[in-house]
């Protein structure tokens, strides 16, 4: 007798990351830099605390935060996070269009991940394609494979994918018939995860406007999905506006972002801005889903973002994060082989790390290797899409110093060295 | 060019229930009497700022609270919902088999929505057959024909289906070759959205039995998912055990249930007690929907079962509704025709109620004479499968004592009295 499971899922397998997770549980000697948890030190009790006890101060005036909401979300908190996202771009009392960035085509949902399973839900059938960048969010991988969607990786360059790779692709998919299965762009275009990297408004620009020259052979459109998770976990310097600001965007470009790493993960809140038409079915699959997020956990962001505790928080996470970057930086200066590198880190979570002389596979000495030190950490490949296009490559690694204490940074990092200097 | 939909997106199209809530929306003034939400004025906000303060009064120790939790639910929060489920089936203190409700088969869910949603992700396929009661909960209706899911209607009785209709139409489907394409019978099993009937442990038994019988035909496990969202919601008289308690239940029984309603809306958390297999499949699709539901709201939930709070609740919101239900049945024998009628209701948020001479769908002369009387109520034909096997029912309607204040139900069913005694 068959399961009698469908083919999603059949499809829906165990993600390698689940055992990277158990081994953490199972093992709490261990030091794990492959958690993309957030900071625990800096979750900000105190204010939570505080608005919790605002919001429910008057047993009525407190019931509208107990009752249920709108399945697209909390008026007040989709205008608010409207209004963000075009200061985000156009800055603080700027006059930008409010048009561009209207309250009703905004979204309140379960974490950025429900918007972006639910986009898939919406646009992918099996055997549609998702271009991807190379690396991309190993979580994303595991929907499209639940979906049957096949992700085609673009390599990535300093400011985003190669252009010239993104033409070649869709050049070739449409001699090849495949273009109609195309669906759309995914970029992870702040800070990525897990390559740290951040997209050019000018890349976001030209991508758009590649996307729109094939739309015509494809048979609909192209959509550019800018999952900008890590925006605002920015240590310095200025933000890059989104692809929103671009021309055309408003019917183009599926914006995903979320309140939980900036604010608290245990509060599980991301938005999108959509195009009206996608919007409309995204909330309607919303409806089906869940009718809302609930709305106790959106009334604490509306008084978090009215009261400027918000603004308070991301500025002491800011510095909290900026710091244990550059205390990690300074352990892998002072105890990696001079051969290993990184690109430079100016925001999110990560460091991704290249290791020219070994394999950093789950299966690979080196895993192993540290593993018997006491340490892990994230094999590279499993951020690389099953892409037979190219090998997957398997010499690099990403550790983050989002979970691990500033102890456990440079414990973990120097363990790390020892492993990687044997190696070589 | 077309919309570059997915079928599932192309599939999902505007329930019905939303131009209802529309309405209520834009003509404030209007009563309803078609909300499926939850009183108002009961809501646990005395209890909710008391457990919140409690779970963050100290900034190191509240953290957990704001933190990412595992994707299935928090350990403490799924044992006590095991131990609950079994409370319920065998009694407080009984020498129950507590393997038959292990914590490991026990998932955590936003609302008992999204696991009716996972468990149809995971187990069908378009096409594919559910056999559901007649009537039925009409949002699981929505989310089956997102997927492409035939339903197919079963005749209720007093104590629930009608096993010859059920064993009928089983035949049937084994005859014309689609009983592969059977999955499950979905099955609302207390105090039934809209019927108001209770399912007995007899029929569940004997439901059970059946679908049992023509596995080796199907080629799969035919499972009983048993929706027992409105259990807890019980004005008087004993339990029903579920059909978790019946021999073989462990891996053919899918039972999900909810501590949204029976607690608070806003707080958006349900649950499962699942088979091995099934509880998998569910939480790694979980996984890429939202990695677990917002564990702020989960820590609420175990305070509030442990400190008693809960059951404290439970007992209030108990004698609210027993109230409403009653004022409601008052009104109706004070203003309704004596050719309309009801079935008891002893548990719940509804009365469905037959209207022999009239038709009460949105169209109907009817609910539009309700309207212009300014009340409206749930036309019964929404309730029903698109199922070729018979006409669909328009007589009925569900009106609900759940959100109307004690005011508007008696003002509601007051101005509905005038409408029905016209329409004779």
Redesign the interface.
């Known amino acids: ?9 059949r499809r ?4 390698p990351i ?1 055992w990277l997770m158990g081994l953490a549980l199972s093992r709490p000697n261990l030091i794990s830099l492959a958690a993309g ?2 900071d ?2 800096s ?4 204010f ?2 505080e608005i ?2 605002e919001l ?5 005036r ?8 709108p399945t697209a979300g909390d008026p007040e908190l989709r205008s608010l996070t409207a209004d963000r996202v075009r200061e985000l771009d156009h800055g603080a009392g700027a006059r930008a269009p409010k048009s561009r960035y209207p309250t009703d085509r905004t979204i309140i949902t ?2 950025s ?2 918007l972006l ?1 639910m986009l898939t ?5 099996p055997g ?1 394609i998702v271009l991807v960048e190379d690396p991309t969010y190993f ?1 994303y991988l ?2 499209a494979q ?1 979906h049957g969607v096949q992700c085609k990786g673009l390599r990535l360059e300093q400011d985003g994918i190669d252009l010239k790779h993104l033409d070649g692709t869709l050049k070739r998919l449409k001699r090849s018939g495949e273009l109609k299965r195309v ?1 759309f762009l995914y970029l992870v275009s702040y800070f990525q995860n897990p390559s740290c990297l951040t997209t050019s408004l000018a890349k976001k620009r030209a991508a758009l406007e590649l996307l729109r020259g094939y ?2 052979a ?6 550019l999905l800018e999952d900008a998770a890590y925006r605002e976990l920015r240590f310095e310097g200025d933000d890059t506006p989104s692809a929103l600001s671009l021309k055309g965007a408003e019917d183009r470009v599926l914006y995903t972002s979320t309140y939980s790493k900036p604010f ?6 991301g938005y999108g801005v959509l195009p009206e ?1 996608i919007l409309k ?1 995204v909330t ?2 919303k ?11 959106q ?2 962001l509306v008084r978090a973002l009215h009261s400027g505790r918000y603004e308070r928080h991301l500025k002491q996470l800011r510095e909290r994060y900026a710091h244990k970057a550059e205390v990690m930086l300074g352990a892998m200066r002072r105890h990696f082989p001079s051969d290993i590198t990184w690109p430079d880190t100016r925001g999110g979570l990560y460091y991704w790390v290249n290791v020219p002389g070994a394999e950093t596979g789950l299966e690979s000495g080196l895993f192993k290797a540290a593993l018997d030190a006491g340490v892990f950490f994230v094999p590279g490949g499993l951020c690389y899409a099953d892409d037979p296009a190219r090998p997957r490559p398997r010499h690099e690694m990403r550790i983050s110093f989002g979970a691990a204490s500033l102890r456990n940074i440079r414990a973990g990092v120097k363990l790390l060295g020892g492993v990687l200097k044997s190696a070589n």
């Open positions: 007798m068959t399961t009698g499971l469908s083919e999603l899922g829906t397998t165990e993600p689940s948890f957030t625990n030190e979750l900000p009790v105190d939570t605390r919790l006890h429910l101060r008057h047993s009525k407190g019931r509208p935060a107990l009752q249920y909401g379960n974490g991940q429900q399973y839900e919406a646009l992918c059938d549609d979580v595991g929907i639940s669906k739309e015509k494809a048979g609909h459109p192209l959509y608290a993960t245990g509060i599980r809140a038409e079915v309607r699959i409806g089906n889903h869940d009718f809302g997020t609930a709305n106790l956990v009334q604490v």
